[in-house]
C-alpha cells in the first residue's frame, strides 16, 4: 500500500477512494504511516489548471512574428490562392534559396499550399524572385529605373506581366534585397494585405540596423532578460546551434544587418585565435541572411593578450599589433563589420590612460580596419571617468570639441537620451552638434529600466518620440531622425543600434510582448520616420490575430503603456529612481552609491522645498548644449514642457503647475494615473481571453498581474519617501500608500538579486 | 552603393559581380569607403552550413525519448493499426485524461491515426484502459489477483478479451499506475515490441523514486549544466510555465513520482508564506502526473525567517515553529512529500550548532512532518564539519552510531560511494550498516566530475555497478539494491533519489545523450536490478531511431563511455583529480584548497616513491567500515580489483600489477585507453551521417570532438604531473603529452571560469 499521499494525488477526484485493502507490491511497499487514513483528498473539482489541453503547446511564441497560420478569412484566402502557386528562381544562390523556401514555408501555412518550383513563369500564380543578374526574367522587365532608386538593400515586390503572363515579382539589385522583399510580401498576407494592383517598394534610410548584444564570453548578459546568452562559446566551433540561423532569420525579415556578438564591457579573450574561430563560425552562419557581425574591441587587448607593454594608440607596435590582428580578422570573416569601443567608461581602459584622446584611440582601431572597409563605433557614453558637476552633461563635453578629428571610417555612437535608457530623458544634445562626425543612434531594446521582462513596455512611442524630436541646429525639421539617417548633414556613412533583448529563452526576448520591442526596433531602423503605432498594428497581427477585436485593443495596451510606466516610475522628468545594480524595483532614497553621481537623491535633488535638477542656466547648464531655440524652450520654466519639467528645473512642492494643481498633487496625480493604467492593461487582456491561445494568454495575463501590483509599489514607495521630504499628505482623492515609508526602504529580496523583486510587497 | 561589405556577401557567389553602377538608394547610402572595390568575393562556393535544409528543425531534443515518429517497418505498422484503433476510458479523471491524450497522441505520431473515443469496447481494436473502481469493464476482468501483486502503481498491459472482443487493457490500482501502462504501451510501440500475445506488468521495487534539484531561488543550478532552472520564483504564482508538465510527463513516463524543488545547500526564503504560495502552484501542475513536491529545509530557519533567537531542535518554540510550518505547508498541499535536509556540511547549519546530534535534528522534523505523512530525507554526507583523518571516512563514523536513533519518518539519504559522485569510487559502507534506519540511495545523474554538458558518458552502468555491488552484510546476495528497496532489512520505506540534470535548454540536459542518464536514473529506480545496457537500447530506440545501424553502435558508445571517461580522467582508483571549484578540468598538481582534505594531491597521495591513498589497516583503515569479506577484498594488495586499486593502497611506481606491467606503465595503458576510446566514440558517430538527423547528428559530433581533444588534455596533464614525481618517461610506445606540465598547470580561463575550458589546449 502507498505509505503516503506522495503519489495518490488523484485518487480523491478520481472517485476511485481509498486504494484496496490487500495489495501489495512485489517489493515492500506495503508501510503504513500513521495518519494515513485521515489523508485529506486533494485534487479539487475544478482543476485550475487547464489540465485538458493537452501535454503539447505550439504557441511558445518562438516562431516570433513568423508564425504563417492558415489565413482565417476565406475569401481572402481563396483569392491569395489564386495568385500563389509557384516560385520562379533563376540562378540560385545560398539567399535566394533561403527567400525561395521562406515563401514556401510561409504560403504552406498561411495558404495551405505547396508552391511549386520552376524555372519558367507559369500561366498564372507565379512569384518571380531575383535580381536582374540572377533571372533573365526580370532582366528584361522595364524595372531599371525602379532598381536604381532602390540601392542596394531596397526591393519592389509588385503586380505584373511576366513573358504576357501576370505574376508577382519580387527584385533588388542585391540577394539580401530579394529575401527582404520575400518577407514584405510575407508580412502583406500575414497582415491581410490586398493583391489587388500589389505595389510594395521600400529601400532603408540607414545603411547598418544592428543589434549590439551586451552578450558575455560566459554566457551571462548584462542587462539581460532572457536567458543565457545564445552565442555557445563553450562548444563552438564545433557544435553550431540551429538557434543561430533562426536568430539570423529574424532578423533579416525586419531588415537588420548587423549584430556585435560581445559586450560593450568587453573582454579581450575574443580576440584570440581559439575565440576568432568561434566568431567565424557565426559569421558563417548568419552571412546568408545579410547579417554582419562586428566584436567589441577591449582597448588594452594588445597587452592583455599580445604581450605588448603598453596599449598606447601612438606606439607603432601598438599601430602594428591592431593592423595584424585586423588582417587576421579579415582573412577569416572578409565581411567582418568593425569594432564597437567603450573606453574610459565604467572602469573600461582607453586612450585617455595614455594621455590620449578618444579621436586617437578611435583613429588607432580605424586605421586597422579601413584596408578592409570595417568601422570603428566609438561609444560617447561615459561615465565616472572623472568627476562632473553634472552627469548628463558628460558626454557632449568630452566628444563635441572633438568633431573633425575622426577619420572617416568612425561612427560616434550616441544614446537616445543625455543619461542612460531612462524610460523617458530629452534626446541627447549630441544629434546635430558633430556635423562633421558620423553619429550612430543607440537605442536600447532590452528594458532595463523599464520593468524588464515582465513589465509590458511597447518601446515604439519611445523610440519615435526621439526621433521626431526636433533638434533645430539647421532650423525646424531638423529631427533626429535627420541627423542619423545622414539627411540633414550629409553623412554618407549611417547607423541605428539597438541594446539587443534576445536570449536563449523559449520565446526570445524573456515575455512575449518583448518581442515587439525586436520588432519596432528593427522596423523603425529600416524607416525611423514610420509610424510606431502602424507597426505596433501590423506586429499585433502577425504575433496574435488579424481579428478586429484583438487588434484593436492589444494596439491599444501598447501605445499606452511605456507612459504608463513613466508614470508609475519616473513622472514629470524624474529619472534614475530605481533601485542601485538591478534597477528594477523602487529606490528613491538610494543615496549610498559611489560616485555620488549614481544615485537616485542625487538625480531627483528632492528636499523640504521641492524636487528636480536644475540644469538651467542657474544649475548646472546643461540645457545650454542644446541648440537654440531648444534650449530657450527647455530652459524656462514657462515653456519646459510637463514631461521633462523636473529634468531640467527644481520646482516648489506647492508651486503650480500648467495643469492648476499644485506639483506635490500633480506627482501625486501622475504616480497613481501610472498605476490605474498599468490596471486596465490587465483589464483589456482579460477580456480577450478565448480569442487567443491559451499559453500565451495565460503568460501574458500572469504578467500584467505583476505588473499591476509592481506599479503600485513604486507609486506607494515614491509617494511615501517624497511625502517624507514635502511634509505634504496624499490628496484625499487618491489612495493611500499601502505601507510606510521605512517598509519599502528595508525591502531586501535575497532570493532574486539580479531583480530584487519582492513578494512580499503585493500583500498589505 | 553598399559601403562596406556588410550586407552583400552573398553576392559573390550568386554570381551578380559588383552592384550595378548609378544604383544610389532613395537615402544616403552612396558613400564609397577606400579598397571597396578590391573586397574580396567571401561566400565559399561550398557552403560549409547547410543553408539548404530549410529554417525549421525539428529534432532539437526537446521531446526528449517521447517524439512518436511514424513506424518506419510497413508490416509492424499495419499490425499495430489492426489493433490500436480507439481508447475506452471510464470515468475520466485528470490523470486518466492525461493517459488517454498521451495514447491519442502518440497513436497519432505512431501509427499516423486518430483513435476513437468511446464509452464501449469496440469490435475490435479498443484499448480499455483504467481502474477497477473507474471502468466497470476492468472490474469485470479476471484481473483481481493480477492486481493485487501490483501494489500501488504497478500496472498490467495485455491482449484479452472484453464482453467478447479483442481489446488491450491498461489496467492498474490507481490512476497513477495506468498513467505508467500507457506510457508502457507506448514504449513498446516505439522499440517495435509485437503486439502479438502482448502482456506487460510491472511494479516499482523501490517506492520513492525522486530528482533532487539543486536549484536556487535565483534560477542557477548547483552543478547544472543544462541553462537556469526550470522554476520561475520571479513570476510564480501568476505565471505558470507551460515548461511544468513537460516535465512533469517526461517523468512520469519513466515512473519518477517526486521532485526536491530546492538545493540542498538551502535558503530559508523558500517556506515564507509568498515562496510556499508558488510552491503550491508547481505542486498543483506536477500532482496529476503523480509527482509530489519536497522541499530542502535550511535547519536555521526558525531563526532566519521565524524570528526566534535559536533553532535548538530541543527549545520547545522550535518544535512548535516547525509544527506550524509543516501545518501551514500541508494546508497547501495536501501531498507535499516532505524535506531534504544537509545539515552542518558545506557551512550549512545544523543541529550540532547546538551541540545536539543529526538524530535530535532529523527527528524535530520528522515529528513536525508525521501527522501529515510527510518524511524527512537526511543526507549523510558531511564534509568539512570537524578534521578528519580520511574524508572518505565521514559518513560512516558520524551516522553508524546514530542507527536506531532516527524516527521511522526519517530516511537517510546516501551517496552511491564514500566520497562524492566520482567517475568511480566503490560503494558506500553505510548500505547495510545501518539495519535499522531506512537507507535512501542518491546518485548524481548531472555529470559534475564526468565532463559535464559535453562529454559523453552514459551512466548506467555506474549505477549497475553500485546497485549489484555486494556489501555481504548478510552474505552473498546482499547488494546494495537489495538494502536500497527494503528486501535485505525489511525496511519499509525506501527511496532513489537522483541529482537532476535538468534545466531550461532546449533539450533539457545540456546535450542530447546527457537524456539518456535522465531515463537510466528513472528506470532503475524503478526496477534497480534491471540491465543498463538494455535500458540504453530502449533509449536509442525511441530517441534515435529503430534502425539496428543505429541502435548497435549507439548502444555501444554509450556503454564503452563511462569506462573511458574513467580511463581518462582518474584511472585504477584515482578519484578527484579534477581542478579546484568548476570540476571540469584536470588539476591533479593543485594543493591550495583549504580544508586540506578537498585538494587533488589530497586524494591521490602521489610522491616520489610511489601513488595511492592507503585506507588499510597500515593507512587510514576506512575499508575497515565495509563488512568482511569486502573489508579483506579491498584491503589487499593480492585481491583488491584494479578498479579501486589506488583507492585503497599506496603503490609503488615499479610495482608490478596483475597485468604484468608496472604501475608506471598500467597508469599510462589505462590513460592513453581512455583517450582512444574517446577517439572511437567519434569515430563510430561520424559513421552514422544520414542515418539521423542533421541538426542532432551534427550536436552531437562536436562535443564528441571536444571530448577527444579534452580526453587528451586530461591524459598529458596528469602523466606530465606524475612524471615529474615518479621521475620516470612514457614508454616509448605511447604518444608522448602535447605540451610540458607547466602549460597544463598554467592555464586559466577568464572567459568562462564555471568550467574553464581552455580552447588553448586543443593545439600544439
Redesign the interface.
Known amino acids: ?11 480523491g ?5 481509498p ?2 485493502p ?10 503504513v ?4 487514513l485521515a ?5 479539487p473539482t475544478t ?3 487547464p ?2 489541453s ?4 505550439d504557441e ?1 511564441g518562438y516562431d516570433l512574428w513568423l508564425r504563417y497560420r492558415k489565413v482565417a478569412d476565406p475569401m481572402l484566402l481563396a483569392s491569395y490562392q489564386a495568385a500563389l502557386k509557384s516560385v520562379v528562381v533563376g ?1 540560385p ?6 527567400a525561395e ?2 515563401l514556401e ?1 510561409g504560403m504552406n501555412g498561411l495558404l495551405q499550399v505547396t508552391l511549386s518550383r520552376s524555372d519558367q513563369v507559369q500561366a498564372q500564380g507565379s512569384i518571380l524572385i531575383g ?4 533571372a533573365p526574367q526580370i532582366a528584361a522587365l522595364p524595372l531599371m529605373q525602379t ?8 526591393y519592389v515586390v509588385e503586380s505584373t506581366m511576366v513573358e504576357g503572363k501576370p505574376a508577382i515579382v519580387i527584385a533588388g ?4 534585397a530579394v529575401l527582404y522583399g520575400a518577407f514584405a510580401l510575407l508580412r502583406h498576407l500575414q497582415t491581410f494585405g490586398s493583391l489587388a494592383n500589389l505595389s510594395l517598394a521600400s ?6 540596423r544592428i543589434l549590439d548584444h551586451w552578450d558575455n ?2 554566457r551571462t548578459v548584462e542587462r539581460g532578460y532572457a ?2 546568452a545564445l552565442w555557445e ?3 563552438l566551433p ?5 538557434r543561430y ?2 536568430y539570423a ?1 529574424a532578423n533579416a525579415s525586419i531588415g537588420i ?2 549584430a556585435v556578438l560581445t559586450n560593450v564591457n568587453a ?1 579581450a ?2 580576440l ?1 585565435p ?2 576568432l ?2 566568431v567565424k563560425a557565426i559569421a ?2 548568419l ?2 541572411y ?3 557581425v562586428y566584436l567589441t574591441a577591449y582597448f588594452s587587448a594588445p597587452s592583455e593578450i599580445g604581450m605588448l607593454a603598453s596599449a598606447d594608440p601612438m606606439l607603432p607596435e601598438v599601430q602594428a599589433w591592431w593592423k595584424a590582428k585586423a588582417d587576421e580578422i579579415y582573412a577569416a570573416i ?2 567582418f ?1 568593425g569594432f564597437l569601443v567603450e573606453a574610459n567608461s565604467e572602469g573600461q581602459p582607453g586612450p585617455k590612460d595614455y594621455g590620449r584622446t578618444h579621436a586617437d584611440g578611435a583613429n588607432l582601431l580605424a586605421d586597422a580596419l ?6 570603428v563605433m566609438w561609444r560617447a557614453s561615459v561615465y565616472g571617468s572623472e568627476s562632473s558637476t553634472d552627469r548628463v552633461r558628460q558626454a557632449y563635453d568630452e566628444f563635441h570639441p572633438l568633431d573633425g578629428q575622426f577619420r ?2 568612425v561612427m560616434l555612437q550616441v544614446k537616445n537620451g543625455p543619461l542612460d535608457f531612462q524610460p523617458r530623458e530629452p534626446f541627447s544634445p549630441l544629434f546635430g552638434a558633430m556635423p562633421q562626425t558620423p553619429v550612430a543612434l543607440e537605442l536600447q531594446i532590452t528594458k532595463e529600466y523599464l520593468g524588464q ?2 513589465h509590458l513596455a511597447y518601446l515604439g512611442p519611445l523610440y519615435e518620440e526621439v526621433l521626431k524630436a526636433e533638434t533645430f541646429v539647421a532650423g525646424p525639421g531638423s529631427t533626429v531622425a535627420k541627423v542619423v ?3 540633414l548633414q ?5 547607423a541605428i543600434a539597438g541594446v539587443s533583448n534576445v536570449g ?3 520565446n526570445w526576448t524573456g515575455s512575449h510582448f518583448n518581442q515587439a520591442n525586436w520588432y519596432v526596433f528593427g522596423r523603425l531602423a529600416w524607416e525611423p520616420e514610420a509610424s510606431s503605432q502602424s507597426i505596433a498594428e501590423e506586429w499585433v497581427k502577425q504575433t496574435f490575430s488579424n481579428d478586429p477585436n484583438v487588434v484593436g485593443p492589444v494596439t491599444g495596451m501598447m501605445m499606452a503603456s511605456r507612459q504608463a510606466v513613466v508614470n508609475y516610475m519616473t513622472p514629470l522628468g524624474l529619472v534614475h529612481q530605481m533601485a542601485s545594480q538591478h534597477h528594477y524595483g523602487p529606490g528613491p532614497w538610494v543615496s549610498d552609491q559611489t560616485p555620488l553621481d549614481c544615485n537616485p537623491t542625487y538625480f531627483a535633488q528632492a528636499d523640504a522645498r521641492g524636487i528636480g535638477f536644475d540644469r538651467t542656466t542657474t544649475g548646472s547648464d546643461a540645457v545650454s548644449q542644446y541648440a537654440s531655440p531648444v534650449r530657450d524652450t527647455f530652459g524656462s520654466r514657462a515653456t519646459v514642457p510637463d514631461d521633462f519639467l523636473l529634468f531640467f528645473h527644481h520646482v516648489g512642492w506647492s508651486e503650480t503647475l500648467s495643469s492648476g494643481r499644485t506639483l506635490w498633487t500633480e506627482l501625486t496625480e501622475r504616480y497613481s494615473a501610472g498605476v490605474s493604467a498599468a490596471r486596465d492593461l490587465g483589464t483589456t487582456w482579460a477580456a480577450l481571453q478565448g480569442k487567443l491561445d491559451d ?1 500565451r494568454f ?2 501574458v ?3 500584467l ?2 505588473q499591476a501590483d509592481e506599479a503600485r509599489w513604486w507609486r506607494d514607495a515614491s509617494l511615501d519617501y517624497f511625502g517624507s521630504l514635502s511634509g505634504l499628505p496624499i490628496p484625499p482623492q487618491y489612495e493611500p500608500p499601502l505601507h510606510p515609508l521605512n517598509f519599502y526602504e528595508a525591502l531586501t529580496c ?6 530584487a ?1 519582492c ?2 510587497v ?2 498589505p
Chains 1, 2 share one sequence.
Open positions: 500500500m502507498e505509505p503516503t499521499p506522495t503519489s495518490d494525488a488523484t485518487a477526484a478520481s472517485g476511485t477512494g486504494v484496496l490487500g495489495l501489495e507490491g512485489s517489493g515492500n511497499d506495503d508501510i504511516q500513521p495518519g494515513q489523508m485529506p483528498e486533494v485534487m482543476p485550475s489548471a489540465w485538458f493537452g501535454p503539447f503547446s511558445d540562378q544562390t545560398p539567399t535566394l534559396t533561403i523556401q521562406e514555408h535580381t536582374p543578374q540572377s532598381l536604381a532608386g532602390l540601392g542596394t538593400d531596397g539589385n542585391r540577394d539580401v529601400a532603408p534610410q540607414v545603411q547598418r564570453l560566459d536567458g543565457p562559446w563553450d562548444v564545433g557544435t553550431i546551434s540551429g540561423r533562426d532569420r544587418n548587423g573582454n579573450q575574443v584570440t581559439a575565440y574561430a568561434k558563417d552562419e552571412r546568408p545579410g547579417i554582419a572578409p565581411d563589420g579601413a584596408p578592409h572597409n570595417g568601422i572617416p571610417n521582462d515582465t539617417d545622414g539627411a550629409g553623412q554618407k556613412l549611417t536563449t529563452d523559449r499559453e495565460n503568460e495575463a500572469g504578467f498581474k505583476i535575497p532570493a532574486d538579486v539580479t531583480k523583486r513578494p512580499d503585493y500583500t
